[in-house]
């Protein structure tokens, strides 16, 4: 998939069902991005996290992960079905001049919406941080957490977990 190395996020990016993710560093808001994720040891079904950068300007943006929740039916597909509600969601309140909050909020209520919808018991985590500048704000569902680090590694941000 060649991820490694900087690269230039131009548009959103989901990135979903990876058998491992890591060293993919990505030029973002303003900062650096770095994704990792890989499947649980041991599981033989796809990975259930999904990770999503969304630009809304030059030195803002939003990043998403959606952590399919485990022991429930499709995680995979609840993850990545959340993280395609948000970036929908997101990029129609940039398009219209909107708040990114505002589509952040929105894309919230329609990942629960549609993942209600599939009447499958699927389940997902979703954590989204915003960043413009130096506003950063979180939002979460579940159990996934955010960490907002400075570049000597010192903990600026740490959400708190639902579970």
Known sequence: ??????????????????ELLEDAMFEFAGGSA???????????????????LIPTGQSSGVLAVADG??????GNRASYLALQCLV????SAVRHGGEVRAG????????????????????TTLTVVEFDGQLVRHYHVGDSMA???GQRGRVKMQSIPHS
């Open 1 to 18: 998939m060649g991820l490694s190395g900087d690269l230039r996020i131009d548009e959103a990016q989901v990135f979903f069902e990876e």
């Open 34 to 52: 770095a994704l990792f994720s890989m499947r649980c040891p041991g599981k033989e079904t796809p990975n259930e996290d999904a990770v999503a």
């Open 69 to 74: 929740l485990g022991g429930a039916p499709e």
């Open 88 to 91: 929908s969601a997101v990029a």
């Open 104 to 123: 952040i909020l929105d894309g919230f209520e329609s990942a629960n919406e549609n993942v209600l919808a599939l009447g499958i018991g699927a389940a």
């Open 147 to 149: 960490l907002l680090t």
